[in-house]
């Protein structure tokens, strides 16, 4: 169920940090009921990620409200990208020049308004960790900020190493951060840090997310 105290925290939160900044907070819904988006919409989220597209298009559906903003954090996968750039307002995790050419084409086709997509980097190197390489991330975005459906808004961490305790995850984080200062550096105006997940967003905070994707903190437990 969705928890509004706890909501309410993390708002009371983020209003506090000194100096201000604006973080805006990406409710994780996949896995959750339409009843939990509800409640969530009612206490006043209006962003929403989903991981899985055809769960994600039968709960929009469903919850039935048109003041939402959903951002879609799963795997892009290639039969799938029509629905997701039809669907959702923004796209996290775009690690190909084709992904990206794909929803841009599609979104500038049907003549609608630039779909948001962050690139998610590799920081770690780990193999099982989606994810472009640092060395490649300029020529990618370099890329991407051509394509006429999409603006490239910032980076997207994935999951940080589950070994090495609060340092390791810092460091991930300011990789992540540093990687968006080198990019602004070459003259891409990228606005998004998207890091932080229910286990470590306080870190990130400190290293400088802009967009926290906070799942089982607000909803609990979830199914999938
Ligand atoms: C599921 C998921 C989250 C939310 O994770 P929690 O630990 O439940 O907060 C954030 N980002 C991505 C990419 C996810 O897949």
């Known amino acids: ?25 990406i409710a994780v819904s996949k896995g959750q009921g339409v ?4 409640a969530a919409a009612e206490a006043g989220v209006r962003l929403f990620g989903e991981s899985y597209v055809q769960e994600a298009l039968e709960k929009q559906a469903q919850v039935g409200r048109t003041d939402l903003e959903w951002h879609f954090i799963g795997r892009i996968q290639r039969n799938k990208t029509r629905l997701i750039a039809a669907h959702f307002h923004w ?18 086709g049907e003549g609608q308004t630039p779909l948001s997509v962050c690139l998610q980097v590799n920081i770690s190197g780990e193999a099982s960790k989606g994810g472009v390489s640092p060395a490649q991330l300029p020529e990618l975005a370099e890329a991407v900020a051509q394509m006429p459906g999409v603006i490239l808004r910032g980076l997207m961490a994935p999951p940080a190493p589950l070994l090495g305790g609060d340092e390791a995850t810092r460091r991930h984080f300011a990789a992540l951060r ?3 200062e080198w990019l602004r550096a070459a003259g891409h105006a990228l606005d998004t840090l998207s890091m932080g997940m229910s286990g470590d967003y306080p870190l990130a905070l400190e290293e400088g ?9 607000l909803f609990g437990r979830r199914e999938n």
């Open 178 to 180: 540093q990687q968006l």
């Open 35 to 38: 009843a939990e988006i509800r």
């Open 209 to 217: 997310a802009t967009l926290l994707r906070l799942g089982t903190i």
């Open 1 to 25: 169920m969705f928890d509004v105290s706890k909501w309410q925290q993390i708002r009371t939160l983020l209003a506090s940090l000194t100096p201000a900044r604006e973080i805006r907070v």
């Open 91 to 108: 796209v996290h995790g775009v690690t190909e020049e084709g992904q990206a050419r794909r929803l841009s084409e599609i979104r500038a």
